[in-house]
């Protein structure tokens, strides 16, 4: 069955950066777009980012252009997200997704893993 394995959650202080990491398993990794939601408390699921399967294609959201990356490694069937510039805003559970396609990672992801903590302090 597929698998997504987040890991690289963390306390850090306003500022400061997290690399996120999401390991994949039981699928044809470079056929799926993969990318990052995030829930804060109290507070519903929203789309961060996507990458393409080829890696050429990103989409991020307006809240986190400019402070995060994502990437993806093929022959690791890994896909990261660069966190820089950490608000208190940023805190959340982020969940690694997968979909067919850009389009549906980031509506109705066909996969999520169970999600990695991250928390600013101010």
């Known amino acids: 069955q597929v698998q997504l394995v987040e890991s690289g959650g963390g306390l850090v202080q306003a500022g400061g950066s997290l690399r996120l990491s999401c390991a994949a398993s039981g699928l044809t990794f470079n056929n799926y777009a993969m990318g990052w939601f995030r829930q804060a408390p109290g507070k519903e699921r929203e789309f961060v980012a996507t990458?393409?399967?080829?890696?050429?294609?990103?989409i991020l959201a307006d809240s986190v252009k400019g402070r995060f990356t994502i990437s993806r490694d093929n022959a690791k069937n890994t896909v990261y997200l660069q966190m820089n510039s950490l608000k208190p805003e940023d805190t959340a559970v982020y969940y690694c997704?997968?979909?067919?396609?850009?389009?549906?990672?980031?509506?109705?992801?066909?996969?999520w893993g169970q999600g990695t903590q991250v928390t600013v302090s101010s």
């Open positions: 997704i997968a979909g067919s396609t850009t389009a549906q990672a980031m509506d109705v992801p066909a996969y």
């Open positions: 990458i393409s399967g080829g890696g050429g294609w990103t």
